[in-house]
T-cell receptor, first 117, second 109 residues
Framework: GAVVSQHPSWVICKSGTSVKIECRSLDFQATTMFWYRQFPKQSLMLMATSNEGSKATYEQGVEKDKFLINHASLTLSTLTVTSAHPEDSSFYICSVTSGRLGTGELFFGEGSRLTVL | GQNIDQPTEMTATEGAIVQINCTYQ??????LFWYQQHAGEAPTFLSYNVLDGLEEKGRFSSFLSRSKGYSYLLLKELQMKDSASYLC??????????WGAGTKLIIKP
């Protein structure tokens, strides 16, 4: 069965609106979740590392005020794309790791495809 | 800098064997992952190598040579459902996965 659930799978919104994407760890408590973005035919790009109970760690070039991450519980992290614009249209994927850092595989959510009109 | 090099695209025939190569350069090394990604879907885990040698798992095997910065994924008895992108992702000293663009594998009948 699924280990990580991501919602919504598809979202279309108007430019200027905000969109929230949820990532739930179903099988275990995840103190750390990762958020990725993937443009067509390109590699996964790590956006940020979400830490339960503390601020997320953002990768260089990712605007923390635009991509708000909240990791309020051990099973839920949310990514909010604020004031979305067409260039934010992408495939957003979350993942969790099952084991000790560096030894566990990553389990990915189903991904959320965002289209901003 | 950190770099991943794998072929952009490969074509193989159903029932055959294909080897997807990956060379990498990372700041430190904590193992290498292979993921499969079907079009429009999230990646799924295939294998993890941290020591040199071959790891076999059913129809899929993965090989690692740390001294050469080289890995390959071997797929046997190819099936049409194996048509997907295969992502090589080494983990650096900060335990961060470095992702390449992947190899798109096309299986023909």
């Amino acid at each position: 069965g699924a280990v990580v659930s991501q919602h919504p799978s598809w979202v279309i919104c108007k430019s200027g609106t905000s969109v929230k994407i949820e990532c739930r760890s179903l099988d275990f408590q995840a103190t750390t979740m990762f958020w990725y973005r993937q443009f067509p035919k390109q590699s996964l790009m790590l956006m940020a590392t979400s830490n339960e109970g503390s601020k997320a760690t953002y990768e260089q070039g990712v605007e923390k005020d635009k991509f708000l991450i909240n990791h309020a519980s051990l099973t839920l992290s949310t990514l909010t794309v604020t004031s979305a614009h067409p260039e934010d249209s992408s495939f957003y994927i979350c993942s969790v790791t099952s084991g000790r850092l560096g030894t566990g595989e990553l389990f990915f959510g189903e991904g959320s495809r965002l289209t901003v009109l | 800098g950190q770099n991943i090099d794998q072929p952009t695209e490969m074509t193989a025939t159903e029932g055959a064997i294909v080897q997807i190569n990956c060379t990498y350069q990372t700041s430190g090394f904590n193992g290498l992952f292979w993921y499969q990604q079907h079009a429009g879907e999230a990646p799924t885990f295939l294998s993890y190598n941290v020591l040199d040698g071959l790891e076999e798992k059913g129809r899929f095997s993965s090989f690692l040579s740390r001294s050469k910065g080289y890995s390959y994924l071997l797929l046997k008895e190819l099936q049409m459902k194996d048509s997907a992108s295969y992502l090589c992702a080494p983990m650096d000293s900060n335990y961060q996965l470095i992702w390449g663009a992947g190899t798109k594998l096309i299986i023909k009948p």
